[in-house]
């Protein structure tokens, strides 16, 4: 079985930064993409952020120059940077990643969530 654990979230004023980190555990062949979600309250979850196996990366508009994404060197963690956070990005952040995994006869491929991590900026 898979399972992704976030962290680093809390409460920060504006202006400042956070680092989320979100690891995979279970016997993973392969993860691609890793992806950062986020949902404010009364409002549908949204993609923040996304890396590939091989680095490539893309961000919501709203983020650009603001939160960096990256893979830790053993590709099972992705960090979310985020500098000059804004209230608007207040929001329970979420990792979602495409897994292959082995259970030892075949061969998954499905998509995993982590428990969310809540992210709070105030003003």
């Known amino acids: 079985q898979v399972r992704l654990v976030e962290s680093g979230g809390g409460l920060v004023q504006a202006g400042g930064s956070l680092r989320l980190s979100c690891g995979a555990s279970?016997?993973?062949?392969?993860?691609?993409?890793m992806v950062w979600y986020r949902q404010a309250p009364d409002k549908q979850r949204e993609l923040v952020a996304t890396i590939t196996s091989g680095g490539t990366t893309t961000y919501r508009d709203s983020v650009k120059g603001r939160f960096t994404i990256s893979r830790g060197n053993a590709k099972n963690t992705v960090y979310l940077q985020m500098n000059s956070l804004k209230p608007e990005d207040t929001a329970v952040y979420y990792c979602?990643?495409?897994?292959?995994?082995?259970?030892?006869?075949?061969?998954?491929?499905?998509?995993?969530w982590g428990q969310g991590t809540e992210v709070t900026v105030s003003s």
């Open positions: 279970g016997s993973i062949i392969n993860i691609n993409p």
């Open positions: 979602n990643a495409h897994v292959t995994y082995y259970d030892g006869r075949n061969y998954y491929t499905d998509d995993y």
